[in-house]
C-alpha cells in the first residue's frame, strides 16, 4: 500500500496512518470488506515500528471503521454510510489547532451500522434511554400551554441559576419521601444529569487529576472525564456492585480526588451496591476524604425488591453529591436533571452553573414542575415500570430460549439495561457487525472501559425500547450472529 506519510510533520505517525486509511474508507475508495494489510507487513513496508501501525488500527477500530476477524486479518466494515469528510478528525487541510488530541467523532453508532445493513425490519437494543412511543407528548403539550397562560413573560425570561424555586421543593419532597431529607437550598437544576456530572468534576478536579470509575461504566463519563483530561482510575463491579477492596486498595496506592459511582440498577450492568456495601463506601470517602459523585439515572425504575437507600441518604457528612434526571423515567429532550448538595459546596456549583449557561430552561423547569405536581408524573411511573417489568421479563425469556448457557447475565431488578458476558475469548465488538447484518444492534462492551482496562467480551441490551414481540426477534438475531461468530 502506498502511504504518503510526512515524517517532518507535528501529526504524529500513527495519525497520519489513521487519517489516510480514514479518508479511504470514508470516501470509499476502500471497499467494505477490503483487507487491510497486516501491521507487520504494514510496517515493514513504511520503516515504522509494528506498535505504530497497530495504533493506527485501534483507532480505526474503536470507531467502528474496520474489525478484525480473529486468524484472518484486519478489514473495512460492510456497508459504512461515507460521512462528510470534512468532518473527520484528521482532515490536514485545516489549520493545526483544529487537531490538537481531538478523538474522532466520526464513528458509527450501533444504530448507524443497523441501519446501514438495510435489513427490513431492524431492530436496535443499543439504546440508552427509555420507549419514546411512551413519551406523554399529548399531556405535555397541554402543560406547555397551561404554563405559558399562566405566567407568560415570568416563563420566558431568564430563570433563577440554582433552578426553579417550586420545581426545586418538589424535588425535596419527593426525595424525602424517600429517605433522603433535603432542602430543596440544596437542589440545583442542571441541564441533564450530564451538566451535573460536568459541573461537579470541572469544579472538584483539574487536568490530569485522578478520577475513580467503577467498570464497566457510563461510557458518558468516560467521554467527559476525558474530555477534561482527567486520569482515570478503574475497580471492577461483581455481582454486588464496586468491590470494595479493590477501591480501598487504589485509594492507598493513588491520590484519587473523586469517586464516580451508580449504586442503583448501574449503566450498563443493572447491577445494585449492597447496602453493607453502600455502608463501606461511605466510610472509606469518610476515611480518604474523596467526594463521591452518585448518579441516579434510572433510580424510580424498580421492577422489583425493595429500595435501597441512595448513598446520600446515608450521608450526613457532605461527603456524596448527588445527580438524578428526568431523561430517562421522563423524556430526556427536556434536558432536566438535578444536583443535590450540601455544605459550602452548593454555593460553588451555583455559582459554576451560573458562569456555565446562566441557567437551566426556565419554561421547561415550569412545565416539568406542573406536570410532577398534578400527579401525572408518578402515574407516568408507574405505567413505565409496568410495561419495562414486562419487557425484562421477556427479555430474559428470550435469552435463556435463544442463547447458549456459556453466555452469562444477572437478571437486573429495575432500570434500562441487561448485561451479558460472552464466553471468554469472544468478542463483542467481532460479533456487533454480524448481529447488525442479521438486523439487531446492542452497545458494545469496549464503549464501557477506560482505555487501559478494556474488556470486550460484555454487552449492553436495552430491554424497554423494544415490544416483547419484537424482543424474542431480536435476542432470536442475535443468537445467529453469535453462532457465526463461534
Ligand atoms: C448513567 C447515566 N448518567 C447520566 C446520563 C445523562 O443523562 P441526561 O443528561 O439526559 O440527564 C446518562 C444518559 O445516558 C446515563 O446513562
Not at 232 to 258: N, T, W
Not at 401 to 423: E, K
Amino acid at each position: 500500500m502506498r502511504l504518503p506519510l510526512d515524517r517532518h510533520s507535528d501529526i504524529p505517525l500513527y495519525r497520519q496512518i489513521e487519517g489516510f486509511l480514514r479518508q479511504g474508507i470514508l470516501s470509499g475508495s476502500f471497499a467494505p470488506e477490503t483487507r487491510l494489510p497486516a501491521t507487520r507487513t504494514l510496517a515493514r513496508d513504511l520503516g515504522l515500528n509494528r506498535l505504530t501501525v497497530e495504533t493506527a488500527y485501534a483507532e480505526l477500530q474503536a470507531d467502528g471503521l474496520i474489525y478484525t476477524r480473529s486468524g484472518s486479518g484486519t478489514y473495512v466494515l460492510p456497508r459504512f454510510q461515507p460521512a462528510p469528510v470534512a468532518h473527520t478528525s484528521s482532515d490536514l487541510a485545516w489549520p493545526r489547532w483544529h487537531h490538537a488530541e481531538m478523538r474522532s467523532v466520526s464513528a458509527p453508532t450501533p444504530d448507524e451500522l443497523l441501519a446501514a445493513a438495510r435489513q427490513p425490519h431492524p431492530l436496535s437494543l443499543a439504546n440508552g434511554t427509555g420507549d419514546p412511543h411512551l413519551f406523554p407528548v399529548k399531556d405535555f403539550h397541554k402543560i406547555m400551554q397551561t404554563v405559558i397562560r399562566r405566567d407568560g413573560i415570568a416563563a420566558l425570561e431568564y430563570g433563577d441559576p440554582r433552578g426553579y424555586a417550586p420545581l426545586r421543593r418538589t424535588i425535596a419532597h419527593v426525595l424525602t419521601s424517600q429517605g433522603m431529607a433535603v432542602h430543596p437550598d440544596q437542589i440545583l437544576i442542571t441541564s441533564g444529569s450530564q451538566q451535573g456530572l460536568a459541573l461537579v468534576s470541572q469544579l472538584l478536579l483539574k487536568p490530569g487529576d485522578e478520577v475513580l470509575v467503577e467498570t464497566p461504566t457510563y461510557a458518558g463519563a468516560l467521554d467527559l472525564f476525558r474530555a477534561l483530561n482527567l486520569s482515570i482510575v478503574s475497580v471492577p463491579l461483581d455481582a454486588q456492585g464496586l468491590q470494595i477492596e479493590r477501591l480501598e486498595q487504589r485509594l492507598q496506592q493513588r491520590l484519587i480526588k473523586l469517586i464516580y459511582t451508580m449504586p442503583t440498577f448501574q449503566n450498563p450492568t443493572g447491577s445494585c451496591l449492597s447496602t453493607p456495601r453502600r455502608r463501606q463506601l461511605l466510610a472509606l470517602a469518610d476515611r480518604y476524604n474523596v467526594p463521591i459523585l452518585e448518579d441516579d439515572f434510572v433510580g424510580d425504575l424498580r421492577y422489583e425488591g425493595r429500595a435501597q437507600p441512595a448513598l446520600k441518604a446515608l450521608d450526613p457528612g457532605g461527603h456524596v453529591i448527588y445527580a438524578s434526571t428526568f431523561s430517562k423515567m421522563l423524556m430526556p429532550g427536556l434536558r432536566v436533571g438535578f444536583l443535590v448538595a450540601t455544605g459550602p459546596i452548593y454555593d460553588r456549583l451555583v455559582n459554576f452553573k451560573r458562569a456555565s449557561d446562566l441557567a437551566t430552561s426556565n419554561l421547561i423547569q415550569r412545565a416539568v414542575e406542573a406536570y410532577v405536581t398534578i400527579g401525572r408524573y408518578q402515574a407516568h411511573l408507574r405505567r413505565s415500570c409496568q410495561i419495562y417489568r414486562q419487557r425484562r421479563d421477556a427479555m430474559l425469556t428470550s435469552i435463556k430460549r435463544q442463547l447458549p448457557a456459556s453466555v452469562q447475565f444477572n437478571p437486573p431488578h429495575g432500570g434500562l439495561f441487561v448485561w451479558l458476558r460472552l464466553p471468554a475469548g469472544l468478542s463483542s465488538s467481532e460479533l456487533l457487525p454480524l448481529a447488525c447484518e442479521a438486523g439487531v444492534a446492542f452497545a458494545p462492551g469496549r464503549d464501557f472501559f477506560p482505555a487501559d482496562s478494556v474488556e470486550d467480551n460484555g454487552l449492553r441490551l436495552n430491554f424497554a425500547t423494544q415490544q416483547p414481540a419484537d424482543i424474542e426477534e431480536a435476542i432470536k438475531r442475535l443468537g445467529i450472529a453469535l453462532r457465526r461468530l463461534r
